[in-house]
Nanobody, 124 residues
């Protein structure tokens, strides 16, 4: 089991940036698939990006070029850099972990361990 703690959310103006952190314990981040999801009020939780155990990254088309996922093995932490933020990016952002699998990274049901979420609010 992986324990995940997110941080870094907040209020930012459109065009601004934030960096979200997901600190893991229980397993090393290089040994699991890590996904980032977000959920806006009244909407389903959606995959926005992830990093597989082998370092390959994946992104939702609408965030490509704006969001970047990275990891730091020494800190056992995965990061989500959010640039050029838009009001429609407003949501609670979650990180999640799963054992390596061939299931698509987008499959929310394939993730067993979840963080508590961090709020990102983008004002226009």
């Amino acid at each position: 089991q992986v324990q995940l703690v997110e941080s870094g959310g907040g209020l930012v103006q459109a065009g601004g940036s934030l960096r979200l952190s997901c600190a893991a314990s229980g397993r090393t981040v290089s040994g699991v698939d890590m996904g980032w999801f977000r959920q806006a009020p009244g909407k389903e939780r959606e995959f926005i990006g992830g990093i597989k155990w082998n370092g390959n990254t994946y992104y939702l088309d609408s965030v490509k070029g704006r969001f970047t996922i990275s990891r730091d093995g020494a800190r056992n932490t995965v990061y989500l850099q959010l640039n050029s933020l838009k009001p429609e990016d407003t949501a609670v952002y979650y990180c999640a972990a799963r054992s390596p699998t061939l299931s698509p990274m987008t499959d929310v049901r394939s993730y067993r361990d979840w963080g508590q979420g961090t709020q990102v609010t983008v004002s226009s």
